[in-house]
């Protein structure tokens, strides 16, 4: 069954796989449109939406980064395919820690990516879904942004930045039609975090995008992914500064 409210669903991260997850998710009966860097590269994720029953699927050219051509990307998008329905802002870097203590055009990387590019992709979303009095938005935060720690501060700090951003958008978009859902998945168990030892409690692209649509599905504000991490958050934020800057992941 197709759960959009009508209009193209947009995955911006056309390669993530939570992004591709959800995207099969909301694709039975959909247009879909999946953009990200060299679109033309998209094969297998195209294929995969199609399979899950998508009306439609397209891709598209999209720099997170080039914040200038993210309101002409919104525009073009809507003039070629109609309202956008669903806009699922799936793109991201986890950087190296290391590096971005000792590199600061790394570390500046990791936060445009990772905020400031979400916060402009967000914000002209939010002016045409607000002008169409619909829409819905899924922004993904992370548990790495609940309370920041030692070991990941420069993304933990990009995704706190984010989820302050987001929370403080979904209350202004407050009774304009528009629904902005804020997923908090803890570590995710995929090609952005290969080679890494899993953090308890972890999970997979699959368990975060089943969680993100069932939880847009209901109307949800935010959702917790696993459920397990909802106590958690209350209980990272009492642990004593002198512990918790030693967690080390």
């Given at each position: 069954?197709n759960?959009?409210v ?31 860097r060299?679109?033309d590269?998209?094969a297998a ?22 914040v ?6 919104v ?10 329905g669903?806009?699922?802002?799936a ?13 600061a055009a790394?570390?500046?990387?990791v936060?445009h ?5 979400q916060?402009?992709v967000l ?8 002008a169409?009095g619909?829409g819905r938005?899924?922004?993904?935060s ?9 070991a990941?501060?420069?993304?933990g700090?990009a995704?706190a930045?984010?989820?302050?951003f ?19 998945p803890?570590?995710v ?6 080679g890494m030892?899993?953090?308890p409690?972890a999970?997979?692209p ?38 918790w800057?030693?967690i080390p992941?």
């Amino acid at each position: 069954m197709n759960d959009t409210v009508g209009g193209t669903v947009v995955i911006f991260g056309g390669r993530s796989e939570i992004g591709v997850e959800l995207a099969c998710r909301l694709a039975p009966g959909a247009t879909v449109v999946l953009a990200a860097r060299s679109a033309d590269r998209l094969a297998a994720e195209v294929a995969a939406v199609r399979k899950a029953g998508a009306a439609a699927v397209h891709t598209t050219e999209f720099d997170a980064d080039d914040v200038t051509s993210h309101g002409r990307l919104v525009d073009a998008l809507i003039a070629e395919h109609g309202p956008i329905g669903t806009a699922v802002l799936a793109f991201g870097i986890l950087g190296d820690q290391a590096r971005a203590e000792v590199d600061a055009a790394h570390a500046v990387a990791v936060v445009h990516t990772d905020y400031l590019a979400q916060v402009s992709v967000l914000t002209h979303l939010a002016e045409v879904m607000r002008a169409a009095g619909r829409g819905r938005l899924v922004v993904f935060s992370s548990i790495a942004g609940v309370r920041v720690r030692r070991a990941n501060y420069v993304y933990g700090s990009a995704k706190a930045g984010l989820d302050g951003f987001a929370n403080g958008l979904a209350d202004a978009l407050h009774g304009t039609g528009v629904q902005l859902l804020i997923v908090r998945p803890g570590f995710v168990i995929g090609r952005m975090t290969a080679g890494m030892k899993p953090a308890p409690p972890a999970s997979t692209p699959v368990q975060v995008a089943t969680a993100a649509a069932r939880a847009l599905a209901r109307g949800r504000r935010t959702v917790a992914v696993p459920w397990l991490l909802r106590p958690m958050f209350i209980v990272m934020r009492l642990v004593p500064r002198f512990i918790w800057r030693q967690i080390p992941y």
